[in-house]
């Protein structure tokens, strides 16, 4: 369920840009702390409107902000549900409070609360609802993304390695909200044409 | 109420800007840009005009804000409103970014 | 007249009535401002306890103590009483009682409609915590997103609760805001122009403004929803060409400015005590005034930050995350132009300012954290997380709850007119400092984990356990911070020795008078030279109780003050405010009974209520205004003034300019709804259009050219002549012609439960169709009003009043009917 320990490149790559955003903050906050802290000193006073709320003030964010806008759009659209050529298409459908799943590649096969995925290929989520709002929510593999009445949204998801990741509901849906849960079992190669062809996964 | 509207004109026509592009975008996306069948370079285009329109919009304000007709009599009305036009410009002009930067439709 | 004269004569003219119905009659804006702050407490201390209800079944896993039915009562209430019925009022209030001493005046420009705010704000508020008594309190969580909020996901009554509840609440911030900008505006100390506003008056001219814009969004909202759970018209329902976004749209429209209306009255507390504190004046005014009003009109680019995750493409997400970045750097502004304050200052760490620090050092936590969920990707992650209840909880304790407290401090012995005593402060200031960094730092790191909002426990063994039982335990560490608070401003209130009258040294005008304050605040209106007026002048209280300023001797049982230019401040009209009146709370009363008729579905209540607001309105009006021409008023020091009823621009037209600004926007935000369903529901266009023939058009266009020119009529005739009856008719005629283009176009749309363009039209033509009715009554009114002999050659300022609304009406009524009607007209 950890948003720090990804198993997947998308999750990676928002992992590595939390950190990012931790160092960032946590050096900020210890600026504006230290000089909060060295106001209390005794000293003669210094410095006008210019040092302070030109520099400080507009010059100095400006130039965060705009490198951290820059750095966010270019991670935003590296996470895109672009062309691929081993591309994966799975269809997601929420309902209160449970999750069927059905895949492009095995027209009729449909899953409960297990969403079977090959290990190492992008695969899109098309993500949808029957009744009121859910969110499909993979935190290992990738950010999350609604289900809403009447539309179908697309997510890029991929697991590095075979293996059972959590899923869960992530918009509030009712009584049932907590245990709105499911899995994401990635396979191998061969399970994953396993599980193609029919077999019991 | 002349001093409130020159205080609070620029940044309003970066909000009306904002909003509009923001709609637009949205109608581009929409089935009903599909309908009309014309592509979405022509809709990047039609964004980018509109940038472009706003940004103009705003170096008017700015200049009409300075200049002997329009601005105001008190030196801290307008002092501030031709500082809040500035915000209003950078603002235009950073929220039009992802214009340049993003994809359209994805 | 000496001075002790002076203060019986206006004691006796501005003080409420004695004994216990003085509560339910004041319109003083001393009392209104306590008991609003009393009224937020009281409703902080309930969503309080519902926190600790909240962290008692977080504390351990698998907690048995309130089952999903109950949790979500409990959060949805404590979310909601805390933004609506705790954070708005309790800036209100002290805005109510501040505003009008700082502003050198003696009261708000509205007296009456401040108190009727007040009472449909207790009205309100009680409806929504009796719902959690009676068990079926909302539960849809305080954003409400259909479909779950609405009949499919929620068929009982709880849903219905929030929607008519909140928006009774919201009136009070309507009446408010209008009454504040008036106010602020209009009603200041001669000789104050706008750059010798205190700044805290700037913060809340801004403010008010973004009440007045960004609520009618979410009172659509919620009056649309409403109409799809009473009625079926399908609105947020997909397959009936609604779509559940139109909500969040609406919804975040006023949510996230919203997050700023609550921000910005503290950062003006801040830029008020710092300065004083630091003992210089606050550094970069214009710099400050320039970041309030940028961050204002900012935050109103912002909300689809909260819509991240909907699937929204991603350069519609970019958009609002340049937006949302750029926001943060007039708040780095404010931040390091305080720190520069204190630099170049000699700052004392008195009580207010150990909880100015704790706001620096929670608040910035709180908007770092912001700014990490203004990054798109990051969001994708964390959105409904912990992560986003703890960065939330940062930014309104920290940018709220923690200037408030310095405020409370800052502004106790004014209140009291005592000396703080007992140090319980300091232990409680520690307790509450300390226990909420326990109870909030770890918990982004337990969303990181993938602890969701809204659910209502846990299973063990995903390492959230510790951090939930520290977070519950600094929970309660806080609570009991915040009990020792209510201690120790009870008792210092009620114990403590005097103080002097202006303990700290500050300069604004809230100190010029005795404490506690007398209920007309100022004896005499002083001449205002400079920001910080006690500074420039010491013995300025002494010259005001002397009577040396403007309306320094009482006349009969008037309350007088007086109004100046907006931007020079020079002196301009002389007023008399109402005065004490069971009115507001029996109109509150009435009007209640419409929203109780709406909720119960006893729908034959809700004309009979409409019936008696209007009765009580026109009483209202009634005891406006003059019978007899009025001439200049002396206001002493050699000046005279116009009489308000006797100028082109009175207090209510500016009220009026307010109010509309505010109707305008629920107007636009319905066009917006109309276009976006549109353009983004999957099922459009509807099976058949309007059609509008040529009736409808004539009519509409008729109507709203007549009421435009018949109030022009009426002045002309009335200032010639004095005869202002034939322009009136015009009026009544355009409002008629109007109504009825209205009623053709509802009767021309299908069934409103088929589809939402049918519904929609239905609710354009409902919002002609109500200004249309609003102008008949209005012009109904002024003829009586004109035969009573209110209106004369001089006395023509009420036109101006029933200008401005016919303007609007016939505005609406073309732009209303023209969406409705067009796209039948073009297919
Ligand atoms: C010590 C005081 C407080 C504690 C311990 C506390 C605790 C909490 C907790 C644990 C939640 C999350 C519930 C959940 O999602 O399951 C929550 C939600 C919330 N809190 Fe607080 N809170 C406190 C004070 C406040 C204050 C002062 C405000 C506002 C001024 C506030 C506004 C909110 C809001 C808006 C929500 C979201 C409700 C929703 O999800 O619908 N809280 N609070
Ligand atoms: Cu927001």
Same mark, same amino acid.
């Given at each position: 369920?950890?948003v ?74 590296r996470?895109l ?26 027209p ?10 090959p ?41 590095w ?5 959590a ?35 | ?8 004109l620029?940044?309003?026509v ?24 014309? %592509? @979405?370079a022509?809709?990047?285009? +039609?964004?980018? =005009?509109?940038? $472009?329109l706003? !940004? /103009?919009a705003?170096?008017?304000? *700015? ?19 031709? %500082? @809040?036009?500035?915000?209003?410009? +950078?603002?235009? =002009?950073?929220? $039009?970014?992802? !214009? /340049?930067?993003?994809?359209?439709? *994805? | ?24 009659t ?25 926190a600790m209800l909240i ?21 949805t ?14 800036f ?11 502003l ?16 449909c ?17 909302p ?18 009554i ?34 104050m ?8 008056a700037w ?5 008010a ?11 659509l909202?919620?009056?649309l929803?409403?109409l ?63 970041a ?28 609002f ?5 750029l ?5 780095a ?27 620096f ?14 990054v ?37 012995p ?17 307790l ?24 209502e426990?846990?299973e ?36 403590a ?78 007023v ?9 709370i ?5 009007t ?15 004309p ?36 308000a009823p ?54 509409a ?14 002045e ?65 009114v ?36 023209a ?9």
């Amino acid at each position: 369920m950890s948003v720090v320990h990804p198993a997947g490149p998308a999750a990676a790559t928002i992992a590595t840009l939390w950190w990012v955003l931790l160092a960032g903050a946590v050096a900020i906050f210890g600026l504006v702390m230290g000089l909060l802290a060295l106001a209390f000193r005794p000293r003669e006073s210094t410095g006008g409107d210019r040092v302070w709320i030109v520099g400080l003030g507009l010059v100095f964010p400006l130039a965060v902000l705009g490198s951290l806008l820059a750095y966010g759009l270019v991670v935003g659209e590296r996470l895109l549900p672009r062309e691929a050529p081993d591309l994966v298409t799975v269809r997601a459908e929420g309902r209160q409070w449970a999750w069927s799943f059905s895949y492009a590649d095995a027209p009729d096969r449909v899953t409960e609360g297990v969403l079977h995925i090959p290990a190492g290929r992008p695969v899109d989520v098309e993500i949808t609802t029957v009744d009121v709002i859910h969110s499909f929510w993979v935190p290992r593999l990738a950010g999350k993304l609604d289900a809403i009445p009447g539309h179908v949204n697309r997510l890029r998801i991929e697991a590095w390695a075979p293996g059972e990741y959590a899923g869960v509901s992530s918009e509030y849906s009712g009584p049932g909200y907590r245990e709105h849960v499911f899995t994401v079992r990635a396979h191998d190669a061969e399970g994953w044409s396993a599980f193609l062809a029919g077999g019991t996964p | 109420m002349n001093d409130i509207l020159r205080l609070s004109l620029p940044l309003t026509v970066w909000l009306a800007a904002f909003s509009a592009l923001y709609g637009l975008h949205g109608v581009l996306c929409s089935p009903r840009w599909d309908e009309a069948a014309l %592509g @979405l370079a022509a809709g990047r285009g +039609v964004l980018g =005009l509109a940038g $472009l329109l706003a !940004v /103009a919009a705003q170096v008017a304000l *700015l200049l009409a804000l300075r200049s002997g007709r329009f601005a105001s009599p008190s030196g801290f009305v307008r002092a501030t409103s031709v %500082g @809040l036009s500035v915000v209003a410009l +950078v603002a235009t =002009l950073w929220t $039009l970014i992802p !214009v /340049a930067a993003t994809s359209t439709c *994805l | 007249m000496n001075a002790l004269q002076r203060h019986r004569a206006l004691t006796r003219i501005w003080a409420s009535e004695p004994g216990w119905t003085g509560w339910l009659t004041t319109v003083n804006h001393n009392d209104l401002g306590r008991m609003f702050l009393v009224a937020a407490a009281t409703f902080f201390g309930i969503g309080g306890l519902l926190a600790m209800l909240i962290r008692a079944q977080l504390a351990s896993p698998r907690s048995a103590f309130m089952g999903p039915e109950v949790y979500n009562q409990v959060f949805t209430m404590h979310g909601t009483i805390m933004m609506f019925l705790f954070a708005i009022p309790l800036f209100e209030g002290l805005t109510v009682y501040l505003l009008p001493k700082m502003l050198g005046t003696r009261d708000l420009a509205f007296p009456r409609l401040g108190a009727y705010g007040f009472w449909c704000y207790v009205f309100g508020g009680s409806m929504l915590v009796l719902s959690l008594l009676a068990g079926v309190a909302p539960d849809s969580g305080w954003f409400m997103y259909p479909p779950l909020s609405s009949s499919l996901g929620s068929p009982g009554i709880n849903s219905d609760v929030w929607l008519i509840g909140i928006t009774f609440v919201e009136i009070s911030a309507i009446s408010a805001a209008v009454e504040v900008v008036v106010t602020i505006l209009r009603y200041r100390a001669p000789g104050m122009s706008l750059d010798r506003m205190p700044i805290f008056a700037w913060y809340m001219l801004v403010v008010a403004v973004m009440i007045l814009t960004g609520f009618p969004p979410m009172i659509l909202g919620s009056i649309l929803l409403e109409l799809e759970r009473a009625f079926g018209m399908p609105f947020f329902q997909v397959a009936e060409g609604g779509d559940s976004l139109l909500w969040q749209h609406l919804f975040w429209l006023f949510g996230h400015p919203e997050v700023y209306i609550i921000f910005l009255p503290a950062a003006g507390v801040v830029s008020t005590i710092l300065p004083v504190m630091a003992r210089r004046t606050l550094m970069g005014y214009g710099w400050i005034v320039g970041a309030a009003v940028s961050l204002g009109v900012l935050s109103f680019g912002l909300w689809v930050h909260h819509m991240f995750t909907t699937g929204i493409p991603h350069m519609g997400l970019a958009f609002f995350s340049a937006a949302s970045t750029l926001v943060a750097v007039p708040t780095a502004v404010q931040i390091f132009a305080w720190i520069g304050t204190l630099w170049t200052g000699r700052p004392q760490l008195r009580l207010p300012m150990l909880w100015i620090l704790a706001f620096f050092a929670t608040f910035v936590i709180g908007g770092l954290t912001g700014v990490m969920v203004a990054v798109v990707p990051f969001d994708w992650q964390v959105h409904d997380t912990h992560f986003v209840v703890a960065h939330l909880h940062y930014v309104l304790v920290g940018g709220f709850v923690f200037p408030m407290l310095a405020a409370i401090y800052y502004w106790l012995p004014h209140m009291t007119g005592r000396r703080r005593f007992f140090r319980l402060g300091e232990t409680a200031f520690w307790l509450i400092v300390v226990g909420f960094h326990v109870t909030f730092l770890a918990v982004h790191w337990v969303g990181l984990l993938g602890q969701r909002r809204r659910t209502e426990t846990y299973e063990p063994g995903q390492g959230w356990e510790i951090i939930n039982l520290v977070s519950s335990i600094g929970g309660f560490v806080t609570a009991i911070g915040f009990g020792l608070v209510l201690v120790d401003v009870v008792v210092n209130a009620a114990v403590a020795i005097r103080g002097s009258r202006d303990p700290w040294g500050a300069g604004t005008l809230e100190w010029a008078m005795p404490t506690p304050p007398p209920a007309y605040n100022f004896a005499s209106l002083p001449e205002v030279r400079g920001r910080d007026p006690l500074y420039d002048d010491p013995d300025l209280p002494v010259r005001i109780a002397r009577g040396e300023g403007f309306l320094g001797t009482p006349r009969g049982n008037l309350r007088e003050t007086l109004t100046v230019d907006v931007a020079s401040g020079r002196a301009a009209h002389h007023v008399v405010l109402p005065g004490n009146t069971a009115l507001p709370i029996v109109m509150a009363l009435v009007t209640g009974g419409a929203f109780v008729g709406m909720l119960l579905k006893l729908y034959w209540l809700v004309p009979l209520a409409a019936l008696g607001v209007i009765i009580l309105a026109i009483r209202w009006v009634w005891t406006l205004g003059s019978r007899t021409d009025l001439g200049p008023q002396d206001v002493g020091r050699g000046l005279a003034l116009p009489a308000a009823p006797e100028v082109e621009d009175p207090p209510g037209w500016w009220g009026t300019l307010f109010l509309l600004i505010a109707d305008a926007t629920l107007f636009g935000s319905l066009l917006f709804g109309y276009a976006f369903l549109w353009t983004v529901a999957p099922n459009w266009p509807p099976p058949a259009y309007l059609e509008p023939g040529a009736l409808m058009p004539a009519l509409a266009g008729a109507g709203a050219l007549l009421a435009v020119l018949g109030p022009r009529v009426a002045e002309r005739g009335l200032r010639r002549s004095g005869q202002a009856g034939a322009g009136l008719g015009l009026t009544l005629a355009g409002a008629v012609g109007a109504a009825v283009a209205a009623g053709l176009a509802i009767r021309g749309a299908a069934d409103p439960q088929a589809h939402a363009y049918d519904a929609t039209v239905w609710v354009l033509g409902g919002y002609v169709l109500f200004h249309a009715v609003l102008l008949a009554l209005m012009v109904g009114v002024l003829g009586a009003r004109a035969w009573a002999g209110f209106l004369s050659p001089l006395r023509y300022g009420e036109l101006r009043i029933l200008r401005l609304w016919a303007d609007y009406g016939a505005a609406a009524t073309v732009l209303g009917l023209a969406a409705a009607g067009l796209p039948g007209a073009l297919t």
